[in-house]
């Protein structure tokens, strides 16, 4: 929603102009009016950080003194977006970030075989019970509303294992997004290429808020080193108690940067 790119342009010179990319046009809307005051310096486009070569390119960005890249998901497309991202609303299963392009979770669901199911649930959610989930999915397909696969998650796992502090169904909602999407598919192949957009001294910042998408960052700094890169801390850093309270969906968040060096 562009809090970060204003923070940047905010503490930055006045020749420093910023690109920005999202998949999701209603996000780039409330950015932009969010950005508005720093007038041309800002460039807003609707795109992957997939693409980040190609658009940088497109708009003569041959280097870059910093790029960040926000993973996940924002507060507006869980609470308003009426996409299906969330479990608390009754809502069509869409859940791509990009409205007009992709399959739909709905598809996903109804058409992917149930072993295929199982692996997304394990692999993106850590979904201990990811094979009684695609099963109980395959047996009550067709799937049409978050409703449905809420429903679903409820029958296929038993009542005493439903986990305390997290919804049922937040693991399940997680892996189907992140599929539909092929996030750590576009996180994998925008990392290198971010990378190498980078001005010698200058930084790539990752915030991830899953952890196979931290150890992807992670595996990906290391494998940079003997290019002339190095990640500035071995450990990612979190957010402190206060900014938790604050803001309690920036629990899981962890930050990784690499620096190009001379």
């Given at each position: 929603?562009?809090?970060?790119?204003?923070?940047?342009?905010?503490?930055?010179?006045?020749?420093?102009?910023?690109?920005?990319?999202?998949?999701?046009?209603?996000?780039?809307?409330?950015?932009?009016?969010?950005?508005?005051?720093?007038?041309?310096?800002?460039?807003?486009?609707?795109?992957?950080?997939?693409?980040?070569?190609?658009?940088?390119?497109?708009?003569?960005?041959?280097?870059?003194?910093?790029?960040?890249?926000?993973?996940?998901?924002?507060?507006?497309?869980?609470?308003?977006?009426?996409?299906?991202?969330?479990?608390?609303?009754?809502?069509?299963?869409?859940?791509?970030?990009?409205?007009?392009?992709?399959?739909?979770?709905?598809?996903?669901?109804?058409?992917?075989?149930?072993?295929?199911?199982?692996?997304?649930?394990?692999?993106?959610?850590?979904?201990?019970?990811?094979?009684?989930?695609?099963?109980?999915?395959?047996?009550?397909?067709?799937?049409?509303?978050?409703?449905?696969?809420?429903?679903?998650?409820?029958?296929?796992?038993?009542?005493?294992?439903?986990?305390?502090?997290?919804?049922?169904a937040t693991k399940t909602f997680q892996a189907v997004r992140?599929?539909?999407?092929?996030?750590?598919?576009?996180?994998?192949?925008?990392?290198?290429?971010?990378a190498a957009l980078l001005d010698t001294g200058s930084r790539?910042?990752?915030?991830?808020?899953?952890?196979?998408?931290?150890?992807?960052?992670?595996?990906?700094?290391?494998?940079?080193?003997?290019?002339?890169?190095a990640e500035l801390e071995p450990s990612p850093l979190t957010?402190?108690?206060?900014?938790?309270?604050?803001?309690?969906?920036?629990?899981?968040?962890?930050?990784?940067?690499?620096?190009?060096?001379?």
């Amino acid at each position: 929603m562009g809090g970060h790119a204003e923070a940047m342009l905010s503490g930055a010179a006045e020749d420093v102009r910023l690109l920005g990319l999202d998949r999701d046009p209603e996000a780039l809307r409330r950015a932009g009016t969010r950005l508005a005051p720093f007038g041309d310096r800002v460039r807003l486009t609707q795109a992957s950080f997939r693409d980040i070569a190609e658009v940088a390119g497109a708009h003569d960005v041959a280097s870059a003194r910093a790029i960040v890249l926000d993973l996940g998901i924002s507060s507006y497309q869980l609470d308003a977006s009426g996409r299906g991202f969330t479990f608390q609303d009754d809502q069509p299963l869409d859940m791509r970030m990009d409205p007009d392009r992709g399959e739909t979770a709905a598809a996903l669901l109804n058409r992917r075989p149930e072993d295929e199911l199982a692996r997304i649930l394990f692999e993106y959610g850590e979904e201990i019970h990811a094979r009684r989930i695609a099963r109980t999915i395959v047996r009550r397909r067709p799937l049409a509303t978050t409703g449905d696969l809420v429903a679903a998650v409820r029958a296929a796992v038993p009542r005493k294992a439903w986990p305390r502090r997290l919804h049922v169904a937040t693991k399940t909602f997680q892996a189907v997004r992140m599929a539909v999407n092929d996030e750590t598919g576009a996180l994998r192949h925008a990392l290198p290429h971010a990378a190498a957009l980078l001005d010698t001294g200058s930084r790539l910042g990752v915030i991830s808020f899953h952890s196979g998408e931290d150890r992807i960052v992670k595996q990906t700094f290391r494998s940079l080193e003997a290019a002339g890169y190095a990640e500035l801390e071995p450990s990612p850093l979190t957010p402190g108690d206060d900014e938790v309270r604050a803001n309690p969906r920036a629990r899981s968040a962890k930050l990784r940067v690499l620096e190009r060096l001379p």
